[in-house]
Nanobody, 129 residues
Framework: QVQLVESGGGLVQAGGSLRLSCAVS?????????MGWFRQAPGKEREFVAA????????????YYSDSVKGRFTISRDNAKATVYLQMDSLKPEDTAVYYC?????????????????WGQGTQVTVSS
């Protein structure tokens, strides 16, 4: 069983920053998982935010972002700590949502919700105007 626990959410003013963390534990080798972040705003479907590949090429991981966060958010991972991060800068009120991290054990990198096998419980991010 694999457990994912998000942390770092909270209330921030527009233009501010937050860093989300997702710690992975259980019977797993973290480096074998592609990781992603998704979010779900009230009344909306869960949507892709960012993804990072499960292996690096010459120390560089492949990363992908939705158009709405590209240039403002950065995904990274620390295999030694079995943790994935989402650095969120220049936050906007429309970024308000519950943010979920997810792990995919089959793909090198994944951007679709249905590809992910394990999910965390989510952490609330609220951006005030």
């Amino acid at each position: 069983q694999v457990q994912l626990v998000e942390s770092g959410g909270g209330l921030v003013q527009a233009g501010g920053s937050l860093r989300l963390s997702c710690a992975v534990s259980g019977r797993t080798t973290f480096m074998n998982y592609a990781m992603g972040w998704f979010r779900q705003a009230p009344g909306k479907e869960r949507e892709f935010v960012a993804a990072i590949s499960r292996r690096a090429v010459i120390l560089v991981y492949a990363t992908y972002y939705s158009d709405s966060v590209k240039g403002r958010f950065t995904i990274s991972r620390d295999n030694a700590k079995a943790t994935v991060y989402l650095q969120m800068d220049s936050l906007k009120p429309e970024d308000t949502a519950v943010y979920y991290c997810a792990a995919d054990e089959d793909s090198t990198v994944a951007t679709s919700l249905g590809e992910y096998d394990y999910w965390g419980q989510g952490t609330q991010v609220t951006v005030s105007s």
